[in-house]
């Protein structure tokens, strides 16, 4: 078999699973049983004539063959797309561009840069989705997303190691913070000492994810997580509520609802976090600039010194 008998259907499951990082995750979302997500990659790795994916306990892996294939299945589906689109007769999308974002960007970055954009731009029509940093670099390489605000913790590596290297930009660099019911009484100074963290409650994102986001890095003990939750959101209002503590970037300063106070911590290492901005490392189009550009001037003009 060739690789020109490849279907296009073998090539939207590849680039789903090459987003997803898992056959089953791709199939949940593509409405398939895994077995018909196997099939189909198993019919263009034969039309390859080589593996394309590395199968591991923590999902799967692109080959350099892989990533080859990528990079081409995503330019053919796109165009794909954009012709049944044509056919259609439905607006040409040459100026919508596609921006993943974590959770935390959404409440302060986001809101500014798009009322900026649209102002500025009112051409530039812009889709976003909300992903981990993890999912959003899968989403960057599998090329349906253009641009990804994601989040670093120190030593501050790439976010991948895949070929080629992502472009990055550095949106914000802040220190962390920590969010405490206003009624605390380590909500009445202007900062928290890190030893009295220690033994406290707190509010955490799901263990599941790459790391227990929510909980104050290096305590050095078993922290006590009485909450879980994904929602920067609920959080913070579990926080009000005096339920317990949980971190946030600086920048949150800004969304933080009635009833929470958002304090630095001093003593110890200090916790710095970075928002980057990423994208593919080809030249990108105007209007995926034009955002850029936006994102970073809110950075600037938006997040508290």
């Known amino acids: ?30 409405g398939y049983t895994q077995s018909a997500v196997s099939r189909q990659i198993a019919s263009l790795e034969r039309a390859a004539g080589t593996p394309l994916l590395r199968r591991g306990h923590d999902g799967v892996r692109l080959t350099a063959a892989g990533r080859l294939v990528l990079r081409r299945a995503a330019i053919v589906v796109d ?34 840069a798009l009322a900026d954009l649209r102002r500025t731009h009112p051409g530039i029509t812009v889709v976003t989705r909300e992903g981990s940093t993890p999912a959003l670099v899968r989403a960057l390489r599998a090329g349906t997303i253009d641009l990804a605000v994601l989040a670093s913790a120190p030593p501050f590596r790439p976010p991948d190691a895949e070929s080629p290297a992502l472009s990055l930009r550095t949106l914000a660099e802040r ?22 963290l220690h033994g406290r409650q707190w509010i955490a994102g799901p263990a599941s994810e790459d790391r227990l986001m929510g909980v104050w890095p290096g305590l050095g003990e078993r922290p006590v997580v009485a909450h879980t939750a994904r929602d920067w959101l609920a959080k913070l209002q579990l926080v009000a509520a ?64």
């Open 79 to 112: 165009q794909i797309d954009a012709a049944a689109r044509e056919l259609a007769g439905l607006p040409d999308e040459r100026a919508t561009v596609r921006l993943g974002w974590i959770a935390s960007a959404g409440a302060w970055l986001l809101p500014r």
């Open 175 to 196: 220190s962390l913070c920590v969010a405490v019911p206003a009624t605390d009484p380590l909500a009445r100074g202007e900062s928290i000492d890190v030893a009295d």
């Open 242 to 305: 005096g339920c317990g503590l949980t971190t946030v970037p600086a920048a949150m300063s800004r969304a933080a609802p009635e009833g929470v106070r958002i304090l630095p911590v001093r003593g110890g290492p200090r916790e710095q976090r970075r928002l980057l901005l990423a994208r593919l490392p080809t030249p990108p189009p105007e209007p995926v600039l034009r955002l850029a550009e936006a994102l970073r001037a809110a950075a600037v003009t938006d997040s508290p010194s």
């Open 1 to 30: 078999m060739a690789f020109t008998d490849a279907s296009l259907t073998a090539l939207r499951v590849f680039r789903e699973v090459a987003e997803r990082g898992t056959l089953t995750a791709a199939a949940v979302a593509l």
